[in-house]
Every structure is written in C-alpha cells, then in structure tokens.
C-alpha cells in the first residue's frame, strides 16, 4: 500500500478490481469499505463479507444465512446443501459451527469486472433463496 502526500489510499489493483465490481453491482465501494481489503456489502436481512488476501490472491465472499438449532432436522439441511452445491457453480454451500454460510471464492489472476458482478449478483440471490424461511 502507497501513501501520497495527502495520504489517500493506492489500492493494489484487485482491490481496484473488487470495487469496480461493486460498483457496477449498484454498491458504493466507499460505503462497503471495512478495511483495506475487506468490504461488507449488507443487502436486506443479511450481510456479505468480501476479503481479498494479497499474499494468496484468493478473494473470498461469504454470508450467513441460518443458524442451526438443536431441533433441526441434520438430514433435511445436509439436503439442501448438497442441492445448494449441485446448483451454483460458483457458490459453496457449507456449515461452519452453528452457522450455514454460502461462500464464493475466486483467484485476483480470474477476477474481470464483468464476471465479477454477476458472479456477486448470484451469491446476493443465492443468499436470498437459502434465507431460513425460504428453505423451511
């Protein structure tokens, strides 16, 4: 990372990448900015959480989008996972402790704007079809 004389921030260029991506997916890259690599996009009941990792490359989109109790039915929920994984080519269905979280992952090398927004825009749908209350 680069400082100027007015100390603003020179992004490296997949961190470029990622906001244009956003931006052209109708987000402020400013407002979305957590970090210098981290973004947070919160889009109705849930939030996605962008991370980009210089030193691998490795871009990362991940939400939550249930919580699992102890009255849940394992079996029914490792159905729509599977179903979830078979789906999206892109998106990964998965449970992490408590939580069920949908993930897309791509290299900085593969990253184009195009193909950024609408690999986000499924993610954001995705996340919006597997909400607790649409799979229940």
């Known amino acids: 990372m680069k400082h100027t004389k007015e100390m603003k921030w020179d992004p490296p260029l ?16 400013e407002r979305c900015r957590t970090g210098i690599n981290n973004w947070q996009i919160d889009s109705g009941d849930f939030s996605i959480y962008i991370e980009y990792h210089e030193d691998s490359g490795m871009i990362s989109a ?58 986000l825009e499924e993610l954001i749908r995705a996340a919006g079809e597997y909400k607790r209350n649409n799979i229940k």
Do not use: C, H, M, W
């Not at 997949?14 to 890259?29: C, D, N, Q, W, Y």
């Open 14 to 29: 997949p961190s470029v990448t990622i906001e244009e991506v956003l931006r052209a997916a109708g987000f402020s890259p």
């Open 62 to 119: 991940d939400t939550v989008v249930d919580s699992i109790g102890y009255e849940d039915d394992l079996l029914a929920l490792s159905n729509i996972l599977l179903r979830a994984n078979e789906k999206y080519t892109s998106i990964t269905a998965s449970i992490l402790g408590k939580e069920v979280i949908l993930s897309l992952i791509i290299y900085d090398v593969f990253l184009q704007i195009d193909t950024g927004k609408v690999k």
